[in-house]
């Protein structure tokens, strides 16, 4: 069946970094006919778009929230995808998700969430100040 495993979250400070990594596994097609996204979701809020990145990883979009400080990356060859997550902030800690989109045709990324169609159990990333 279909796997998407997420890893590297944990409790650290603001200013601190992590890495985070999904791991896909039993994909119907090619990891590399995928975008993949990650989300988060804090306590009491909705789901919300993080990044993405295109099938080859030429392309990226951040939330704006995000930008400057998260960068997204792939590896094809490895089935992987990771979120470099710089100069954490409290207002950061959530449970983070990996996702997959096969269906989006057209775009290089995808913010929605609705259009994701396998999703990971989630990692906790915890910020303290």
């Known amino acids: 069946q279909v796997q998407l495993v997420e890893s590297g979250g944990g409790s650290v400070q603001a200013g601190d970094s992590l890495r985070l990594s999904c791991a896909a596994s039993?994909?119907?097609?090619?990891?590399?006919?995928?975008?993949m996204g990650w989300f988060r979701q804090a306590p009491g809020k909705e789901r919300e778009f993080v990044a993405s990145?295109?099938?080859?990883?030429?392309?990226?979009s951040v939330a704006r929230s995000v930008k400057g400080r998260f960068t997204i990356s792939r590896d094809n060859a490895k089935n992987t995808v990771s979120l470099q997550m710089n100069s954490l902030k409290p207002e950061d800690t959530a449970v983070y998700y990996c996702?997959?989109?096969?269906?989006?045709?057209?775009?290089?990324?995808?913010?929605?969430?609705?259009?994701?169609?396998?999703w990971g159990q989630g990692t906790q990333v915890t910020v303290s100040s």
């Open positions: 996702a997959a989109d096969r269906s989006s045709v057209g775009f290089a990324t995808t913010t929605a969430s609705a259009l994701y169609d396998y």
């Open positions: 039993g994909l119907p097609f090619s990891f590399n006919d995928y975008i």
């Open positions: 990145i295109s099938r080859g990883g030429g392309s990226t």
